[in-house]
């Protein structure tokens, strides 16, 4: 689990050379491609190896997400919903994250290589 942390500390040093060269759309295109890259990589991973690869590729993508995703809804947001939008963009990403164990638990019991 905190190969993906690695890879979001390591997205966010990259994020502030990107972020100002490419700009936010354009940062928060490559990390959903990043997202959809290791997904796909996590659900293929034939070893626990690749399977921390894939979340730290992820985790990398995490990083450029979280530098750009506000930056952007401050810059393209009306003011007056400024700040709701931020907030549910952080309720959606904690959300997702209890989405994500929960469906873990409830599919990994009893199950030999849960790991995946």
Same mark, same amino acid.
């Given at each position: 689990?905190?190969? *993906?942390?690695?890879?979001?500390? /390591?997205?966010?040093?990259?994020?502030? /050379?990107?972020?100002?060269?490419?700009?936010?759309?354009?940062?928060?295109?490559?990390?959903?491609?990043?997202? %959809?890259?290791?997904?796909? *990589?996590?659900?293929? %991973?034939? *070893?626990?190896?690749?399977?921390?690869?894939a979340r730290a590729l992820y985790g990398v993508g995490i990083g450029l997400a979280m530098h750009a995703a506000p930056a952007y809804i401050a810059e393209a947001a009306p003011a007056s919903v400024r700040g709701v939008l931020v907030?549910?963009?952080? %309720?959606?990403?904690?959300?997702?994250?209890?989405?994500?164990?929960?469906?873990?638990? /409830?599919?990994? /019991?009893?199950?030999?290589?849960?790991?995946?």
């Amino acid at each position: 689990m905190s190969s *993906s942390l690695v890879g979001a500390l /390591v997205g966010s040093a990259i994020a502030f /050379v990107i972020g100002d060269a490419v700009g936010r759309k354009a940062e928060l295109v490559g990390a959903g491609c990043l997202y %959809a890259t290791a997904a796909a *990589s996590m659900a293929a %991973a034939p *070893s626990l190896p690749l399977l921390i690869a894939a979340r730290a590729l992820y985790g990398v993508g995490i990083g450029l997400a979280m530098h750009a995703a506000p930056a952007y809804i401050a810059e393209a947001a009306p003011a007056s919903v400024r700040g709701v939008l931020v907030s549910l963009k952080e %309720a959606a990403i904690v959300g997702g994250i209890l989405a994500g164990f929960v469906s873990g638990v /409830v599919w990994s /019991v009893d199950t030999e290589g849960a790991w995946r």
